[in-house]
């Protein structure tokens, strides 16, 4: 297996910045990327190796990469945001996805 | 439109077996690798299984493996997982998702999911 570390909570208010971290051995090597899963929902892809946003994802997701720790950056969080957030790799053999444990943004 | 319909979710008792299925459309199915991942009630994602674009390849996590068979069928546009010697740690809502290796190397499309209680 491949264990990705992320906090289980972050809180911020309206307009201000969300930063979520993921962070996994020689995660430096790899692709990263992120799901937002609402309540009842499945997850939709936000962010991709590393730092890159699908079509259709809003220009506040950001993301980027230092040493074995990814960041997704959520620029003037807005109410629509509260979700659960998961990053996800690979491991080394290519073989295992691995989630991150999921972090739970509030909006206050 | 893309879009992944899984079915087949249903209560099981322990030892159990079941067969999910995904029906996919709006997109060329034989071009993609195709993925299960699940999720129990209140927990996180868990990555349960891939398989390739022509089934040559298919991969398991640890959890799963030796009990559940991923499979596909590139005619009926569909991708199945055979699940069995099922316990109550596999309960979970189990999502069929589009592994994109060649745009995102990500599950960029997901079903609404299909939901499997073992009891």
């Known amino acids: 297996s491949y264990d990705l570390t992320q906090p289980p909570s972050v809180s911020v208010s309206p307009g201000q910045t969300a930063t979520i971290t993921c962070s996994g051995d020689r995660l430096e090597n790899k692709n990263v990327c992120w799901y937002q899963q609402r309540p009842g929902r499945a997850p939709i892809l936000v962010m991709y190796q590393d730092s890159q946003r699908p079509s259709g994802i809003p220009e506040r997701f950001s993301g980027s990469s230092s040493g074995t720790t990814v960041t997704l950056t959520i620029s003037g969080v807005q109410a629509e945001d509260e979700a659960d957030y998961y990053c996800q790799s690979v491991d080394s053999s290519g073989t295992y996805r691995a989630f991150g444990g999921g972090t739970k943004l509030t909006v206050l | 439109e893309v879009q992944l319909v899984e079915s087949g979710g249903d209560l099981v008792q322990p030892g159990g077996s079941l067969r999910l299925s995904c029906a996919t459309s709006g997109f060329t199915f034989s071009r993609f690798s195709m993925g299960w991942v699940r999720q129990a009630e209140g927990k996180g994602l868990q990555w349960v299984a891939n398989?390739?674009?022509?089934?040559?390849?298919?991969l398991y996590s640890d959890t799963v493996k030796g009990r559940f068979t991923i499979s596909r069928d590139n005619a009926k546009n569909s991708v199945f997982l055979e699940m069995h010697s099922l316990g109550a740690e596999d309960t979970s809502m189990y999502y069929c998702?589009?592994?994109?290796?060649?745009?995102?190397?990500?599950?960029?499309?997901w079903g609404q999911g299909t939901r499997v209680t073992v009891s």
């Open positions: 398989i390739k674009e022509d089934g040559s390849e298919k």
């Open positions: 998702a589009r592994y994109n290796y060649d745009d995102y190397v990500a599950f960029d499309i």
